[in-house]
């Protein structure tokens, strides 16, 4: 079992930045396929960014160009830097832990979430 923990969402104003967090129990993160995702109110999850084993990353297009996800695997930790926040980018943001390796193939995790909130 792989325990997620997010942290740093906050009220932030239109045009600001915030960088989140996400810590994994344990030290196999490499064996995981790393994403933030976020749902607002009234809406469904959606995917934010992914970031692979070897580094690739992906991005929704609502947030190319604006946040950055990257990984620190000794460190057990991902981070989704927010740059230029919309109001639209409000919601809970969560972190996803996908198992692409032997022993944790199949397996998907998710935190409990981080609330941002963008004031217009």
């Known amino acids: 079992q792989v325990q997620l923990v997010e942290s740093g969402g906050a009220l932030v104003q239109a045009g600001g930045s915030l960088r989140l967090s996400c810590t994994a129990s344990g030290n196999i993160l490499s064996a995981f396929m790393m994403g933030w995702y976020r749902q607002a109110p009234g809406k469904q999850r959606e995917l934010v960014a992914t970031?692979?084993?070897?580094?690739?990353?992906n991005y929704a297009e609502s947030v190319r160009g604006r946040f950055t996800i990257s990984r620190d695997n000794p460190k057990s930790t991902v981070y989704l830097e927010m740059n230029s926040l919309q109001s639209q980018d409000t919601g809970v943001y969560y972190c996803?832990?996908?198992?692409?390796?032997?022993?944790?193939?199949?397996?998907?995790?998710w935190g409990q979430g981080t609330q941002v909130t963008v004031s217009s």
């Open positions: 970031v692979s084993r070897t580094s690739s990353t």
């Open positions: 996803n832990a996908k198992g692409e390796t032997p022993g944790v193939l199949g397996t998907n995790y």
